[in-house]
């Protein structure tokens, strides 16, 4: 079975500095891999997807993650906050047949300092 | 914005009454799916549907049924809302072809009391 852990519930960054978002996973076969983005009382937004092409993936809003499969890693990293990236991040994975069911970490809650 | 449409987005229920929520997309997507999203937890599938009358059960499936009699529409029901039930409620589409994205709806935001 595959499952994702998201190594912080919480993230605290001050505005133009780096942000680190770790996510690691568990797949008996290359996984397709996605980060999804949910605002305060929105739906959720694709950031980017990893689909076995090249491993490090950019998305949208200056985001970029980067599949490494040694270490079993998909961490979402941003070279400089803004204030507009608050919210909560959710690391997925998805099966490669059947539903192609996805499934979802538990989620990291991006703050950003003035 | 993805063609799928949730309804309705808020509902308060009392404990012990069925609740139906709808899911509907222009897509033509093969494969739908619910999820309730609880803090702590990420989103956690219930149901999902791979084609007209064909569902299976997620990982937290108990006290929930669902129905998919046409492409578009897929229905979850709470056959007997119970206070645990209060959540989020998402659905998802997913086109059939390999490592494509799922897109979601805008959530139920459902609370029985």
């Known amino acids: 079975a595959q499952s994702v852990t998201q190594l912080d519930s919480h993230v605290s960054v001050s505005e133009g500095t780096p942000v680190l978002l770790r996510c690691n996973y568990s797949s008996s076969y290359s996984p397709s891999l996605f980060w999804y983005v949910q605002h305060p009382n929105k739906g959720l937004q694709l950031l980017l997807k990893y689909t076995s092409a090249a491993t490090l993936v950019k998305g949208i809003n200056g985001f970029e993650a980067e599949f490494k499969k040694s270490e079993t890693s998909f961490h979402l990293t941003k070279p400089s906050a803004h204030m507009s990236d608050a919210a909560e991040y959710f690391c997925v994975v998805s099966e490669l047949q059947g539903a192609q069911k996805l499934v979802f970490g538990q989620g990291t809650r991006l703050t950003i300092n003035p | 914005d993805a063609g799928i449409t949730q309804s309705p987005r808020h509902k308060v229920t009392e404990t012990g009454t069925p609740v139906t929520l709808r899911c509907h997309q222009t897509?033509?997507?093969?494969?739908m799916y619910w999820y309730r999203q609880d803090p702590g937890h990420g989103l956690r599938l219930i149901h999902y549907?791979?084609?007209?009358?064909?569902?299976d059960k997620g990982e937290v499936s108990d006290g929930y049924s669902v129905s998919r009699s046409k492409t578009e529409d897929f229905l979850l029901t709470l056959e007997s809302a119970t206070s645990s039930q209060t959540s989020v409620y998402f659905c998802a589409i997913r086109r059939q072809k390999m490592n494509t994205e799922a897109f979601f709806g805008q959530g139920t935001r459902l609370t029985v009391v």
């Open positions: 549907s791979y084609g007209v009358k064909d569902t």
């Open positions: 897509e033509n997507h093969r494969y």
